[in-house]
C-alpha cells in the first residue's frame, strides 16, 4: 500500500517552545492531508485537513495559530505545535488518502512538553 | 455530521476462536468504511475495507460484513493469534476522494490469549 512517513517519532521539547512535525507521502501525490490527535486509550480526534497551496481546514475548537500547518508541496505537510505546554503532550498522526483507497497514516510522533 | 459507534470496548478471546467488532454509523451518504489495527505507538494500519456497494469482503482470516439497511459493519477475526492483539478501530467517510474525512469509531482493544 501507499507509504505515509511521519517525522521524528518522539520528540521532548521545553515549555514555550516550537516543534514541526513532518509528514510525507512517499509514492503519491495528497493534495489533503490529515492531522490527528490521540490520547492514551482513545480513538482519533481531527484537528485539522492540510490542503496543498491553501490554508488548512481546523476543526471546531483547535487553535489554528497553536498548530500551524503548511502544505507547501504534493509530498509534504507539517504540523508546528507553537509555545507549547505541557497539555500539549500527546500523540500527532498524519494521514493521506490514496485517490481511490483507504487513508494511509504515518508512525505518529510522540510530543512530550516538560 | 456522522457518528460511528463501536463495541465492544475491550474484547478478549483465546487463541484460535473468532472474534467479532461491531460498528454502527448515522450518515446514510457514507459509502465507505475501512479498518485499522493499531499497535501500542505506533500508527493506525489499514487492514480492510469496504464500500457500500458490496455486503462482505474477505481477506484471508478477516472478514468485514456491511448492512446498509442498517447501518451497521462488522471485523471478523477468525482463528486468531496473539500478533492479532491490539487496537482496532472502525470509520466510515463519504466517499474514497483525497479530500474525504474519516469518521472513526472509539477502538476496541482485543486480546488473543495463550
Given at each position: 500500500g501507499a507509504v505515509v512517513s511521519q517525522h521524528p517519532s518522539w520528540v521532548i521539547c521545553k515549555s514555550g517552545t516550537s516543534v514541526k512535525i513532518e509528514c510525507r507521502s512517499l509514492d503519491f501525490q495528497a493534495t489533503t492531508m490529515f492531522w490527528y490527535r490521540q490520547f492514551p486509550k482513545q480513538s482519533l480526534m481531527l484537528m485539522a485537513t492540510s490542503n496543498e497551496g491553501s490554508k488548512a481546514t481546523y476543526e471546531q475548537g483547535v487553535e489554528k495559530d497553536k498548530f500551524l500547518i503548511n502544505h507547501a508541496s504534493l509530498t509534504l505537510s507539517t504540523l508546528t505545535v507553537t509555545s507549547a505546554h505541557p497539555e500539549d503532550s500527546s500523540f500527532y498522526i498524519c494521514s493521506a488518502r490514496f485517490p481511490g483507497q483507504g487513508a494511509f497514516f504515518g508512525q505518529g510522533t510522540r510530543l512530550t512538553v516538560v | 455530521g456522522e457518528n460511528v459507534e463501536q463495541h465492544?470496548?475491550?474484547?478478549?478471546?483465546?487463541?484460535?476462536?473468532?472474534?467479532?467488532?461491531?460498528?454502527?454509523?448515522?450518515?446514510?451518504?457514507?459509502?465507505?468504511?475501512?479498518?485499522?489495527?493499531?499497535?501500542?505507538?505506533?500508527?493506525?494500519?489499514?487492514?480492510?475495507?469496504?464500500?457500500?456497494?458490496?455486503?462482505?469482503?474477505?481477506?484471508?482470516?478477516?472478514?468485514?460484513?456491511?448492512?446498509?439497511?442498517?447501518?451497521?459493519?462488522?471485523?471478523?477475526?477468525?482463528?486468531?493469534?496473539?500478533?492479532?492483539?491490539?487496537?482496532?478501530?472502525?470509520?466510515?467517510?463519504?466517499?474514497?476522494?483525497?479530500?474525504?474525512?474519516?469518521?472513526?469509531?472509539?477502538?476496541?482493544?482485543?486480546?488473543?490469549?495463550?
Open positions: - | 465492544p470496548s475491550t474484547l478478549s478471546v483465546q487463541e484460535g476462536d473468532s472474534a467479532v467488532i461491531k460498528c454502527t454509523y448515522s450518515d446514510s451518504a457514507s459509502n465507505y468504511f475501512p479498518w485499522y489495527k493499531q499497535e501500542l505507538g505506533k500508527g493506525p494500519q489499514l487492514i480492510i475495507d469496504i464500500r457500500s456497494n458490496v455486503g462482505e469482503k474477505k481477506d484471508q482470516r478477516i472478514a468485514v460484513t456491511l448492512n446498509k439497511t442498517a447501518k451497521h459493519f462488522s471485523l471478523h477475526i477468525t482463528e486468531t493469534q496473539p500478533e492479532d492483539s491490539a487496537v482496532y478501530f472502525c470509520a466510515a467517510s463519504m466517499g474514497t476522494g483525497g479530500g474525504n474525512k474519516l469518521t472513526f469509531g472509539t477502538g476496541t482493544q482485543l486480546k488473543v490469549e495463550l
